[in-house]
């Protein structure tokens, strides 16, 4: 079992920046991608952000991408994603997820460990 507790997340202007947490426990952190997604208002939940647990490979959304950064740091167990360049339509709460089982890493349904989520709020 993993345990996800992220960190980070407030109230920012639109044009400033966050760093979202994710603290990692329990085993399986190791070997493992990570990933954010997010979910707004009346939205579905989307992809946001995907990392190997090597670091050979990053991806994300078209939206974010040139924004947003993810990355981690396996001595803490710890992924990272910072926001930059934030946009109200950013606003939503934020997930943590770890453990993809199989397919697609952008199919939330494909993660088998989610946080608890943190809120963004972007105001304009």
């Known amino acids: 079992q993993v345990q996800l507790v992220e960190s980070g997340g407030g109230l920012v202007q639109a044009g400033g920046s966050l760093r979202l947490s994710c603290a990692a426990s329990?085993?399986?952190?190791?070997?493992?991608?990570m990933g954010w997604f997010r979910q707004a208002p009346g939205k579905e939940r989307e992809f946001v952000a995907y990392i190997t647990w090597s670091d050979t490979t990053r991806r994300y959304a078209d939206s974010v991408a040139g924004r947003f950064t993810i990355s981690r740091d396996n001595a803490k167990n710890t992924v990272y994603l910072q926001m930059n360049s934030l946009k109200p339509e950013d606003t939503a709460v934020y997930y943590c997820?770890?453990?993809?089982?199989?397919?697609?890493?952008?199919?939330?349904?494909?993660?088998?460990?989610w946080g608890q989520g943190t809120q963004v709020t972007v105001s304009s």
């Open positions: 329990g085993r399986l952190f190791s070997g493992y991608s």
């Open positions: 997820v770890s453990g993809l089982a199989s397919g697609s890493y952008s199919r939330s349904s494909n993660w088998n460990y």
